[in-house]
């Protein structure tokens, strides 16, 4: 049976979901139809969607249509969960990119629209709600054409808007549609005109990757429907046309067409261009092509965790065939798998199938080694396909459970999350001890804190991550320090004089041994470094780490009978408190190294609120109507970074950032953080 892979995309509320369901509906793989409201729907099945009302992970939905079976990916909206996005492009062969006939083109559609651009995807759009109050398509296409690409033609016109929409008119059938049954009725006398004009400009644009028709249609020959819809199939797919059809997913008006559509103009897995892979055994990079007869190869694009079921792995096949209760190759991870039980998904429902097939998608659970972005493959034919590019993320806090008995259990539950989640991450601060959990933005990681409750019954809060400030001196000095005891018995003796100098930023801290003469038995000595690389973990500011300072023992004194370890270790302890008080100590921060990729027009406002953030440009690359900013700022002012980037460029700029060096906190800033810190205390 031939296959089409589809990705529906679209801005936050579009009406991808309601699509979807329609879709479902209409071509008998449910009986019953849902809506996003009452959180019915087939593809919207986690509780937190449901309640939510957003989709929140992309889900499976095969259908079959006109003898063909065809699965969509319905991919959430929110910006947060691109991660999301980027697995189901990477296994489609065709995107539907969904569009709200009152809001227009959003600034998700635009990113929607750039991904399936990269990933060179052939699109259908879809342009929804013209039942809506405001709902203009004219309009709605004036702004596709603009924003996205003028080869954005449409293949249908609606008839009425708003609350009198009534069907579509077909440009290449010249035919009417009425209501959800489709019935098919003459074009409006009204709209004749409009339409030839508009199947004149299609045709047109059609007919161009085809020279024996062009020539046809400058020789004013007739073209019939058959060749029109070939020359729109082959324009569509080499990218030059982006067929736009209309409807009310919620009425179920102009759905059918789109499944016509998916089934006429987008490719089958051979149509389109072969992936290449690397042949692990000769390091070459080969082409697999879709076809059943040739070893297996596969990759898994998602991977959930669930407390019940288990792990279930998500993979398409592109070459070969993969059965129930076989073994395969993982050339990402060396080594044997074990493939128990195939399904294919439709929501959350498994359907058992015995294999599947080059170009087809399917599901298998409890896989042991295998996560997302591995590829399954014959150990004797060992290949790996590209994997997917995630989103960076740039969004930190600090994660820890309410209760201190549950911190083993969200050390074991983070791991999974992370294994279902590529674009999280997470590690430990060492400067701060803390548990650092980083994301795409602050809705992405408030759904990440829900899951881990409702799946793992781990209850754990979010705060900002603390700022790892460190401690040290800005001038030489020299510090004494005796250490006396006495308590009938032994008493205690150890006397150290330490110089103090810093060292320039990175420098790090050194201890070194200048005694002269045995003023300090050399069994000692070790004690006194003990004891000064105890007392740098404190500062004398606000009790930070010391750095970026050199520490000389040059002299000293001891008691034959009353001196120990101990208390020598006590004596370099003190000393060192007592020469970093007389060292002009400063605070240092972390500064971070930004680069900022945004569009131009946004380049005053990005580095007007770079000044407010004590940052600095270094440097501007503008090319394509883009502009990447290179910039530092203290991390301090960095920590809800994404979330102001994404609202002073309404989501369109993106960054990258990496510690660069330690810097002197300025004076007022420093007081007030050792204040906040001692009130802390």
Known sequence: ????????????????????????????????????????????????????????NLSLLPIQWQGMKLNLI????????????????????????????ASGVEVGTEQMWNDAEKANLPRLIFVNKMDRDNADFFSTLKGIQAKL????????????????????????????????????????????????????????????????????????????????????????????????FVGSALQGIGTQQVLNGICSYLPSPEEKDAIVAKNVSTGNQEEIKPNSESPVSGLVFKTTADPYVGKLSYFRIYSGVISSNSQVWNANKNSMERIGQLFTMLGKNQQTVPQVTAGDIGAVARLSLTTTGDTLCAREHPVILPGIEFPKANFSMAIQPQEKTDLDKMSTVLPRICEEDPSLQTRREADTNEFIISGVGDNHLEIVREKIRRKFGVEVRLDLPMIPYKETITMSTKAEYKHRKQSGGHGQYGHVLLELEPLPRGGGFEFAKKIVGGAIPHNYIPSVEKGVNEAKQEGVLAGYPVVDVKVSLYDGSFHAVDSSDIAFKIAGAQALKKGLSQGQPVLVEPIMNLTITVPEMYTGDITSDLNTKRGRVLGMNPANGI???????????????ALNLRSLTQGRGSFVMGFDHYEEVPAHLSQKIIADKKKAE
Request: aromatic share 6%; glycine share 8%.
């Open 149 to 244: 690409s003028p080869k954005c033609l449409p293949l249908q016109l609606p008839i009425g808007s708003q609350s009198d929409f009534q069907g579509i008119i077909d440009l290449v059938a010249m035919k009417a549609y009425i209501g959800a049954a489709s019935q098919e009725a003459e074009i409006p006398s009204t709209l004749r005109e409009q339409a030839e004009a508009s199947r004149e400009k299609l045709v047109e644009a059609a007919v161009e990757v085809d020279d024996e028709l062009i020539n046809k249609y400058l020789g004013g020959e007739p073209i019939n429907n058959e060749e029109i819809f070939a020359a729109i199939k082959k324009s569509t797919i080499a990218g030059k046309l982006v067929p736009v």
């Open 627 to 641: 502009n990447v900013i290179e910039a530092q700022a203290p991390y301090a002012e960095l920590l809800r970074y």
């Open 1 to 56: 049976m031939p296959i089409r892979n589809v990705v529906l995309l679209s801005h936050q509320g579009a009406g991808k979901t309601s699509l979807a369901e329609f879709i479902l509906f209409t071509s008998g793989a449910i009986q019953r139809l849902g809506n996003v409201k009452d959180g019915t729907t087939t593809s919207d099945y986690d509780p937190l969607e449901v309640e939510r009302h957003m989709g929140i």
């Open 74 to 101: 319905d991919t959430p909206g929110y910006a947060d969960f691109i991660g999301e996005v980027r697995s189901g492009l990477r296994v489609t062969e065709g995107a539907i990119i969904v569009i709200c006939a």
